[in-house]
T-cell receptor, first 112, second 113 residues
Framework: SQQGEEDPQALSIQEGENATMNCSYKTSINNLQWYRQNSGRGLVHLILIRSNEREKHSGRLRVTLDTSKKSSSLLITASRAADTASYFCATVPMEYGNKLVFGAGTILRVKS | DTAVSQTPKYLVTQMGNDKSIKCEQNLGHDTMYWYKQDSKKFLKIMFSYNNKELIINETVPNRFSPKSPDKAHLNLHINSLELGDSAVYFC????????????FGSGTRLTVV
């Protein structure tokens, strides 16, 4: 079964607004990663947060991790039309340290 | 230069045929993977190789056989293709097993008719 569940399934916002996507997972993890997939393309790694970290920033991206709640969020600030894509969280479960398990993804549409 | 390249990008074939998808990475990574993305966009790992050694073999029909001639290549051969095999197959690589980000290829869209 999928390790992660993402919320919302789809999100539509105006350019310039912030977008927040949430991810929950089931088992203890080594790290959690976020990926972006543009339509018809491969996945692009955005950011990785380790299980002992609580927050991480990369440009307009901010990721938080709450291991007690087994959840993470991805915030994209000042969104742009080019941010339109599917966003996936993926975990490396502690039990299986050598595979990345993906959530179902959030489809983000940024309207210009 | 493309970091992880897959060929072909599109593959349309009839049921019962045998086909192969090739993958090469020029990043010097030790670990390579095959993922399957279904029509609902779910991504599921199929296989993982570390330095030519099979380390993950998920519950995949044995019609699927990966082959890694060297650590830069991981090919996927599929025998007796079925309609349900239609999906997008992604190759990926990583430097350190599970500890770093993965680099994905652009995918191979397989359609079985």
């Amino acid at each position: 079964s999928q390790q992660g569940e993402e919320d919302p399934q789809a999100l539509s916002i105006q350019e310039g607004e912030n977008a927040t996507m949430n991810c929950s997972y089931k088992t203890s993890i080594n790290n959690l990663q976020w990926y972006r997939q543009n339509s018809g393309r491969g996945l692009v790694h955005l950011i990785l947060i380790r299980s002992n970290e609580r927050e991480k920033h990369s440009g307009r991206l901010r990721v938080t991790l709450d291991t007690s709640k087994k959840s993470s969020s991805l915030l994209i600030t000042a969104s742009r039309a080019a941010d339109t894509a599917s966003y996936f969280c993926a975990t490396v479960p502690m039990e299986y340290g050598n595979k990345l398990v993906f959530g179902a993804g959030t489809i983000l549409r940024v309207k210009s | 230069d493309t970091a992880v390249s897959q060929t072909p990008k599109y593959l349309v074939t009839q049921m019962g045929n045998d086909k192969s998808i090739k993958c090469e990475q020029n990043l010097g990574h030790d670990t390579m993977y095959w993922y399957k993305q279904d029509s609902k966009k779910f991504l599921k790992i199929m296989f993982s190789y570390n330095n030519k050694e099979l380390i993950i073999n998920e519950t995949v029909p044995n019609r699927f056989s990966p082959k890694s001639p060297d650590k830069a290549h991981l090919n996927l051969h599929i025998n007796s293709l079925e309609l349900g095999d239609s999906a997008v197959y992604f190759c990926a690589s990583s430097q350190i097993r599970g500890a770093g980000g993965y680099t994905f290829g652009s995918g191979t869209r397989l359609t079985v008719v």
